[in-house]
């Protein structure tokens, strides 16, 4: 039985390890021909076996997947058009794009103490990066036939809890990664007329090579598992999953949404939730979650989880007009789809 990704071609920023190595790893193994993207093709990190054996490209093509590594750095312009012409030189076409590369914050520090070279350089590779990615996976989306679904592409987008919520000693972080989860709704509305599916993830905290340091001390490890009360931290695998639906035919319905993977890992109060929200919203909120429950400390992130498992998520909601997706492919829900910026009444019409 085919994979859900046979045949699409992909490409991967920061594909040396951490998540986009395990995006890389479970788009081979669901039939995706990879383009993998880093600075190097070896992991920078040694703390885990699983990333020290073998290069990422080289895992797929000797598990009989087929797959290419093309150096790139994410913030310059011509090296992430040149990535783009060489998937289409290697296989033909580009189906995926997904804009992972990016960097952590190693020393946090209060926004009057920030250097401006550092923020510099956080909003080169964690925002620039992706425009370029989706700047050119675009365009070169638009000019190819599309698939039998009709649809001409899947722009799938690192973004993070962080830049739905703030958090101190983090400005640089949130502020790069707030604007990937708006450049991400802005760009699926350009690109819905042409079937190019534009959506973005956002984790929580995930053990992966490069947080791993930052989870060495048992009081901050079990500070972050609080957070996450589901299951605790995740890992590179569960959010390869997210990102497996999001390009496949599963998520025909969906664009301009950002896909939260973890729950609980901001925890509101209901009572700050309840004064900025009408009555009328919260009950509409909570009947229509399926039954979320919002308790006297829990996670608006709950009903966002629950959203993400459906497939009638579009660009409507985003909008707060009709969506530009054709009429036969349109959502009958849009309604159900949930965010913060969305909590409006009039959002539920």
């Not at 859900?4 to 920023?13: I, N, S």
């Not at 598992?225 to 969906?254: I, N, T, Y």
Request: proline share 5%; hydrophobic share 40%; charged share 20%.
């Amino acid at each position: 039985m085919p994979g859900r990704l046979a045949g699409k071609v992909a490409v991967v920023t920061g594909s040396s390890s951490g998540i986009g190595r395990a995006v890389c790893l479970h788009y081979a193994t669901e039939g995706a021909l990879l383009v993998c993207a880093d600075l190097q093709p070896n992991t920078l990190y040694d703390s885990s076996d699983s990333e020290t054996r073998g290069t990422t490209h080289d895992r797929i093509t000797s598990s009989g997947g087929r797959a290419i590594f093309v150096q790139t750095d994410v913030t310059q312009p011509s090296q992430v058009e040149q990535l783009v012409a060489a998937a289409v030189r290697e296989y033909g076409r580009l189906d995926i794009m997904v804009n992972n590369a990016g960097i952590g914050i190693t020393n946090p520090l209060p926004v009057w103490d920030l250097p401006v070279e550092r923020w510099d350089r956080m909003q080169d590779i964690n925002c620039k990066g992706v425009f370029l990615g989706i700047k050119y996976a675009s365009k070169q989306m638009i000019s190819q036939d599309a698939h039998a679904s009709g649809d001409k592409g899947w722009i799938i987008n690192a973004a993070s809890v962080l830049g739905l919520s703030g958090q101190s000693k983090t400005t640089e972080y949130c502020s790069a990664k707030g604007a990937v989860v708006n450049m991400t709704k802005a760009a699926a509305i350009d690109c819905a007329p042409h079937r190019i599916h534009v959506n973005a993830f956002a984790p929580g905290y995930a053990e992966t090579n490069m947080t791993i340091p930052h989870f060495s001390d048992e009081p901050t490890r079990l500070f972050m598992e609080s957070m996450h009360p589901f299951r605790g931290l995740g890992k590179p695998e569960d959010l390869a999953k997210v990102c497996v639906f999001l390009a496949s035919e599963d998520a025909q319905w969906v664009s301009g949404v950002c896909c939260l993977d973890s729950i609980c890992v901001r925890r509101f109060q209901a009572d700050l939730f309840r004064r900025s929200h009408s009555r009328w919203t919260v009950a509409t909120r909570l009947a229509r979650a399926s039954g979320a429950v919002l308790r006297s400390e829990c996670d608006i992130v709950v009903i966002y989880q629950i959203s993400i498992e459906q497939s009638w998520v579009s660009t409507s909601i985003v909008q707060k007009k009709p969506s530009k997706f054709p009429s036969a492919h349109r959502p009958k829900h849009t309604s159900l789809v949930y965010h913060t910026q969305s909590l409006h009444p009039k959002s539920y019409k």
